[in-house]
């Protein structure tokens, strides 16, 4: 059995959720967890304007609220000719994974999250994803250099199993994010279809490891 995590970095639901979901793999650390991302504006082109903008920020105050944590709203307010574009970032956890196949990418994922999100910096830009997630990596004590996870991040390889992922969250029935599966070897069902504090991801999920007892 296993966890599966459909989300994207980039996604500020997915960003209040990363902190339940890693309080919820210490209840369960036996337990797998797949990431796979789901590339909720991935092939954006267009530039983010001031509506949209705002938008965003009255998204980001409502997880602030459920959350607690922090969202740099100077940086998103002076961005210029910014386009949404999360393919970028999705591509990175693919890299990571790649790089780093034993890794803990949920860890990952949270760097790249924390990197947009509160500290403002430009999560669409190839060599700033490649710092941050190499930087996690070698936290974690993998040896993964910036430059070499770069050109895992612009490979043709990797560009394509991103593309793999997003078909793949598709075919999973996900249509929005986050969105948090348990396969049990026979099925794959839901545990919870978005946003939820830890606990109750808990709950949830205990209550879908005893239907499969039952069953």
């Known amino acids: 059995m296993k ?3 459909v989300g994207d970095p980039m996604c500020s639901w997915c960003y209040g959720f990363g902190k339940e979901m890693t309080e919820l793999m210490t209840m369960h650390p036996d337990l797998p967890l797949e990431i796979i991302v789901g590339g909720v504006r991935a092939g954006a082109t267009d530039i983010l304007d001031d509506s ?5 920020l009255a998204h980001w105050e409502r997880v602030e609220k459920n959350s607690g944590l922090p969202f740099n ?3 998103l307010l002076a961005r210029e000719n910014f386009v949404y574009d999360t393919e970028p970032v999705c591509r990175a956890v693919v890299a990571a994974r790649k790089a780093a196949p034993d890794a803990d990418l949920l860890d990952v994922f949270r760097a790249l999250q924390h ?3 509160a500290e403002g910096l430009d999560t669409t830009n190839g060599r700033v994803l490649a710092d941050i997630a190499a930087a996690a990596l070698q936290r974690q004590g993998h040896d993964v250099s910036p430059e070499s996870l770069w050109n ?3 490979s043709a390889d990797t560009v394509t199993a991103t593309k793999a992922d997003f078909v793949r969250a ?3 029935g996900v249509r929005s994010f986050p969105a948090l599966l348990l396969e049990t070897g026979d099925a794959i069902v839901e545990v919870s279809p978005g946003y939820a504090h830890a606990q109750q991801l808990d709950q ?3 209550a879908a490891l005893a239907r499969r007892e039952i069953s």
């Open 73 to 75: 709203r100077e940086a």
């Open 52 to 56: 949209g903008k705002q938008f965003r």
């Open 204 to 206: 949830l999920l205990r």
């Open 3 to 5: 966890l599966i995590y």
């Open 152 to 154: 895992v991040w612009r």
């Open 170 to 172: 598709r075919a999973l």
């Open 115 to 117: 990197a947009f999100y």
